[in-house]
């Protein structure tokens, strides 16, 4: 059984009839890549591999974990090239390794493998949440992330996010984000992604909330934004019913983020997994 989430987006599409402009760093002129920018009309894109991105508007917002949240007014601003001054924070891309059947040390029951409802990531800067809760008596060390998906028409690049968690239980603060690409299977797979050298603690009592977010798909060698009017084309993620942990925001639209619910409005959150290790 597939179920189509009834979440309000607005439509999304890399027919953006504006400048073009590159972001480089401040501190070396390298490319920014994978910057999400959006534009006083909510309408969104990212930076490509080299830093290059296409947008109108009066006002832009660039996001970027290594970068902050920068606001630029366009009618002031002249050149194509941006550049923006890193913080403290210095990620890289990550490794990723296919595994249909992975053995984790988790904190949450292993997903049922006759769960068969999907949410689908159809247009760029889609993201969604999950919130890990620790309440055992022991502080752990994120080893590892078990994110159920299954491939769409074309190759999709995401980010994971890892964020810590607000009072009410929503995802606050960004700590880490790593951008997956070259996911070129066309079957149904797990990704495992190895997070040990991360150093994201997850303590006896806290909570953090592990993301993923959907920059765009690479179709015919270029990063492509277009909507997926046809769900089963996208990108989609495995759901797990009756929780109330999951949420989701289109980052272009706003960043507040609002509950997964099922038709019917039960809970629903993705099928995410941490694996751990203890640090005692």
Not at 9 to 16: A, D, G, H, K
């Amino acid at each position: 059984m597939k179920i189509i989430l009834n979440i309000s987006l607005i439509f999304f599409s890399n027919l953006l009839l504006g400048q073009e402009y590159q972001l480089l760093s401040s501190q070396d002129s390298s490319a920014i890549s994978y910057a999400h920018v959006f534009n006083d009309k909510n309408i969104g894109t990212y930076s490509d591999g080299i830093g290059k991105f296409s947008i109108d508007g009066n006002f832009i917002t660039i996001s970027h974990i290594n970068y902050g949240n920068t606001l630029i007014n366009l009618n002031q601003f002249e050149g194509n090239v941006l550049y923006l001054k890193p913080v403290d924070i210095l990620l890289d891309e990550i490794n990723i390794v296919f595994n249909q059947e992975i053995q984790f040390e988790l904190i949450k029951k292993p997903t049922s493998k006759f769960n068969t409802y999907y949410n689908y990531l159809n247009i760029s800067s889609l993201e969604m949440s999950m919130v890990f809760k620790n309440q055992e008596l022991v502080d752990y060390q994120l080893k590892n992330l078990h994110l159920p998906i299954k491939l769409g028409k074309d190759f999709p690049i995401l980010k994971i996010n890892i964020f810590d968690v607000s009072n009410e239980d929503k995802p606050l603060e960004q700590l880490a984000s790593h951008v997956v690409k070259s996911l070129r299977s066309k079957s149904k797979q797990d990704i495992e992604i190895d997070v040990t050298n991360w150093n994201i603690a997850l303590a006896s009592g806290t909570s953090i909330a592990i993301s993923v977010e959907l920059i765009g798909y690479e179709v015919e060698n270029n990063l492509s934004f277009n909507e997926y009017r046809n769900f089963k084309d996208a990108l989609a993620i495995k759901m797990r019913k009756n929780h109330n942990l999951g949420f989701i925001r289109n980052k272009n639209h706003s960043l507040n983020w609002g509950a997964i619910k099922f038709p019917g409005e039960i809970p629903a959150e993705p099928a995410f997994e941490l694996g751990l290790i203890s640090l005692e």
